[in-house]
Nanobody, 124 residues
Framework: QVQLVESGGGLVQAGGSLRLSCAAS????????MGWFRQAPGKEREFVAA????????YYTDSVKGRFTISRDNAKNTGYLQMNSLKAEDTAVYYC?????????????????WGQGTQVTVSS
């Protein structure tokens, strides 16, 4: 079983940057695709970005393209989400997740493991 722990959230002004990290407990993390999702108050959890286990394929939701960058370091069992040009509408709890799948990575149902989430608040 893979345990995931997010960190790096916080309060930032609009236009600022944050880097989220997702530390995995197992070396087998390198066998999993990793995704980032977010949930704002009163809204459903939504897909943000995903990266396959090799890093060969990367996906973003349209609203973060050009601003967010997903990456991973399998040697460190850690994934990252670099968030630049943050907007107030990016405010949410951000979750990382791991999936054994290679497709449909925008769907939360394909992820087997989830972190506890980290709060990102962007002030306007």
């Amino acid at each position: 079983q893979v345990q995931l722990v997010e960190s790096g959230g916080g309060l930032v002004q609009a236009g600022g940057s944050l880097r989220l990290s997702c530390a995995a407990s197992e070396r087998t993390f390198s066998n999993y695709a990793m995704g980032w999702f977010r949930q704002a108050p009163g809204k459903e959890r939504e897909f943000v970005a995903a990266i396959t286990w090799t890093g060969g394929s990367i996906y973003y939701t349209d609203s973060v393209k050009g601003r967010f960058t997903i990456s991973r370091d399998n040697a460190k069992n850690t994934g990252y989400l670099q968030m630049n040009s943050l907007k107030a509408e990016d405010t949410a709890v951000y979750y990382c997740a791991a999936s054994p799948r290679r497709t449909r990575l925008h769907q939360s149902s394909v992820y087997d493991y989830w972190g506890q989430g980290t709060q990102v608040t962007v002030s306007s």
